[in-house]
DNA sequence: CTTGCTGCAAACAGTTTGCAGAACT
DNA sequence: AGTTCTGCAAACTGTTTGCAGCAAG
């Protein structure tokens, strides 16, 4: 599955006449073994560990092409940081955030999608993607 | 409608030991003015045109005041910029962001909001308030 | 009078950009 | 060789903060 994304990213640079480097492949490599969610700073920092060279532009502008090359998505919380996260085929994950410890629970409610569907229809709304998150105290928090 | 906010926040004011200043009441009325979603900037103009000495710094800390008091709450979209909405009491109200002209659908569900009630529940989660966005192109931009 | 509030400008944090050199094709 | 990409640092943008003066209680 990382080698698909490897593949569907070279497909992507390949058509848009990018080149393949070291440090997009580092990069992609990186994130795709990160957990979801992950910030800009996060990312840098590990790469910065393996990789001393790469600067942070560099990881900015890699993570816009994987935007445009449909393997991660931008999210934003309420902490002022962008983060990224993986995108599965077809796969919709909606946030628990708890606002006590930072974490995030996915979750997926088929039925959720479908009444989306419905309202989009509604209202004559093509959708291309959706955010839906939940803030409040996760279950440790709540003590 | 209006002026119960006022008083709203007045209560809320008090309660807090606030004080009550000409440019708290003028940042208020002009925000309850406006249609949702306003930018902090576009706010800010808006204010200056009528109330030329109140600086920016001024309308960032009481747009977190209204927030604090539950008359306001942050948005953020993807635009780099954090936008403030009104808070009507009880109501959530999700969103229809259309990508090609920036318009913006409001909608309710009330079976979205069961679910996620329940969806919560399973993970022993305390609901604060959510956000839900479903970016794609309206009616009009479809074409 | 006391304390909180304001405006200003400077400080900040996250992100973007210009450019000279390095590296891919 | 010709271009694209990179790293660096400087520039930007939106937001926050320190402080001296102002104003509400």
Redesign the interface.
């Known amino acids: 599955m990382i080698l698909e994304k490897k593949k569907a990213f070279n497909l992507f640079a390949t058509s848009k006449g990018l080149r393949s480097t070291r440090q997009r492949d580092v990069i992609l490599d990186i994130f795709l073994s990160t957990h979801q969610h992950v910030s800009v700073e996060e990312l840098y920092l590990k790469i910065k560990a393996s990789n001393p060279g790469i600067g942070q532009a560099t990881v900015y502008r890699t993570l816009k092409l994987l935007v445009d090359a449909g393997l991660a998505s ?1 999210i ?3 902490d002022g940081q962008t983060r990224y996260e993986h995108v599965m085929a077809g796969e919709h994950h909606d946030h ?1 955030v ?2 006590g410890c930072n974490s995030i ?1 996915e ?1 997926e ?1 088929e ?2 999608e479908k ?2 569907n419905e ?2 229809v509604r ?17 440790g928090c ?1 003590k």
Chains 1, 2 share one sequence.
Do not use: S, V
């Open positions: 931008e934003l919380l309420h628990l708890c606002t629970i979750f409610d039925t959720i009444l989306q309202i989009a209202h004559g709304f093509l959708i291309k993607n959706h955010k839906m998150e939940i803030y409040g105290l996760c279950a709540r």
